[in-house]
């Protein structure tokens, strides 16, 4: 049988984490028509998480499929790859991490978008966060680097340069990826225990080149998805190290969304990159230096700021993402 439709779940230890999502998807709504698969990518756990997923799949809905492949590199762009080579589906490939919860109408409202726009390589959803304890007052200030992003209830596409949607609970077509995305990159993601640094932001890089080619990429509101953060993720150590890796992803980025034939004069841009970036790193300092200490969202701010700038000089090589 067919695939229309692959929900690729990158996971890594999270046999705790894992049963939420996948009951979730077990209470999808509306699928009748829609020949579907969950395709869980197992990212060198060593936890009990296979044995979560074959256990799921021993009493998985009849409509759908569940699978889990195995991806040893250590990095969530080599898992985002593996989901790719390994979805079923030819056409539409949706991508959640072990923390994403989606609405119950998630697989329904993306592949029924994707049917309507053809020409849509890549389209995000909404993305809430679902928090266990109110969250700092800062948090709307810095929720970007948590990728938690509510672009409104109308669908648009993403025209302005640079902007596009986050990861968590978005799609992507297969023939886009082929075409567009190259198979070497620069960002690699990061795992749980921050070995993999540079950087959080591979998910924007991918989606940035889908924009710079002839696809487009668009916001489809009625994809709605959970973002789950526990309060370790608003410790002043994890997002001073966030906000480090997402600055230090600027420059690949920067490179993603040139024009394929601008890309050989990066080079020449680069010098012009620095001073913007010094220029701006250096105002925000003078006017927020007496609260760095204090204000949390000013240090992470300051901090991604920073990097952004060292990012032009310590942006990582081209690596193979695929064997």
Request: net charge neutral; proline share 6%; aromatic share 12%.
């Given at each position: 049988?067919?695939?229309?439709?692959?929900?690729?779940?990158?996971?890594?230890?999270?046999?705790k984490r894992l049963p939420e999502v996948l009951d979730r998807l077990l209470a999808q709504v509306d699928t009748e028509g829609i020949r579907w698969e969950v395709l869980v990518?197992?990212?060198?756990?060593?936890?009990?998480?296979?044995?979560?997923?074959?256990?799921?799949?021993?009493?998985?809905?009849?409509?759908?499929?569940?699978?889990?492949?195995?991806?040893?590199?250590?990095?969530?762009?080599?898992?985002?790859?593996?989901?790719?080579?390994?979805?079923?589906?030819?056409?539409?490939?949706?991508?959640?991490?072990?923390?994403?919860?989606?609405?119950?109408?998630?697989?329904?409202?993306?592949?029924?978008?994707?049917?309507?726009?053809?020409?849509?390589?890549?389209?995000?959803?909404?993305?809430?966060?679902?928090?266990?304890?109110?969250?700092?007052?800062?948090?709307?200030?810095?929720?970007?680097?948590?990728?938690?992003?509510?672009?409104?209830?109308?669908?648009?596409?993403?025209?302005?340069?640079?902007?596009?949607?986050?990861?968590?609970?978005?799609?992507?077509?297969?023939?886009?990826?082929?075409?567009?995305?190259?198979?070497?990159?620069?960002?690699?993601?990061?795992?749980?225990?921050?070995?993999?640094?540079?950087?959080?932001?591979?998910?924007?890089?991918?989606?940035?080149?889908?924009?710079?080619?002839?696809?487009?990429?668009?916001?489809?509101p009625g994809m709605e998805v959970w973002h789950h953060l526990p309060p370790k993720r608003f410790e002043r150590s994890y997002l001073l190290r966030l906000a480090q890796s997402?600055?230090?992803?600027?420059?690949?980025?920067?490179?993603?969304?040139?024009?394929?034939?601008?890309?050989?004069?990066?080079?020449?841009?680069?010098?012009?990159?620095?001073?913007?970036?010094?220029?701006?790193?250096?105002?925000?300092?003078?006017?927020?230096?007496?609260?760095?200490?204090?204000?949390?969202?000013?240090?992470?701010?300051?901090?991604?700021?920073?990097?952004?700038?060292?990012?032009?000089?310590?942006?990582?090589?081209?690596?193979?993402?695929?064997?």
């Amino acid at each position: 049988m067919s695939i229309d439709f692959t929900v690729a779940i990158r996971t890594y230890n999270a046999e705790k984490r894992l049963p939420e999502v996948l009951d979730r998807l077990l209470a999808q709504v509306d699928t009748e028509g829609i020949r579907w698969e969950v395709l869980v990518v197992d990212n060198n756990s060593t936890d009990q998480t296979a044995a979560v997923v074959a256990e799921y799949a021993q009493q998985w809905r009849s409509d759908s499929q569940l699978r889990c492949v195995s991806e040893p590199k250590q990095g969530s762009a080599f898992a985002r790859d593996r989901a790719m080579q390994d979805a079923a589906s030819e056409s539409l490939v949706g991508f959640l991490d072990d923390d994403n919860f989606p609405a119950e109408n998630w697989v329904a409202e993306a592949y029924r978008f994707g049917l309507a726009h053809p020409q849509a390589g890549a389209y995000g959803s909404n993305i809430y966060a679902k928090l266990d304890a109110p969250p700092p007052p800062e948090f709307h200030q810095i929720k970007f680097l948590l990728a938690v992003e509510e672009r409104g209830a109308v669908p648009f596409r993403y025209t302005t340069r640079g902007m596009a949607p986050n990861g968590p609970g978005c799609v992507i077509r297969k023939q886009a990826w082929q075409e567009a995305v190259p198979k070497n990159r620069r960002l690699k993601g990061r795992d749980e225990t921050w070995k993999v640094m540079i950087a959080n932001a591979e998910d924007i890089e991918i989606m940035l080149y889908i924009q710079s080619s002839q696809w487009e990429v668009w916001h489809n509101p009625g994809m709605e998805v959970w973002h789950h953060l526990p309060p370790k993720r608003f410790e002043r150590s994890y997002l001073l190290r966030l906000a480090q890796s997402g600055g230090l992803a600027a420059h690949s980025c920067r490179y993603a969304k040139l024009q394929p034939w601008q890309r050989p004069l990066m080079p020449l841009f680069t010098p012009l990159y620095v001073l913007l970036s010094g220029w701006r790193v250096g105002v925000y300092y003078l006017q927020n230096r007496h609260d760095l200490a204090t204000d949390l969202a000013k240090a992470c701010l300051f901090q991604y700021q920073w990097n952004v700038l060292l990012s032009s000089f310590q942006t990582p090589r081209v690596s193979a993402s695929k064997d």
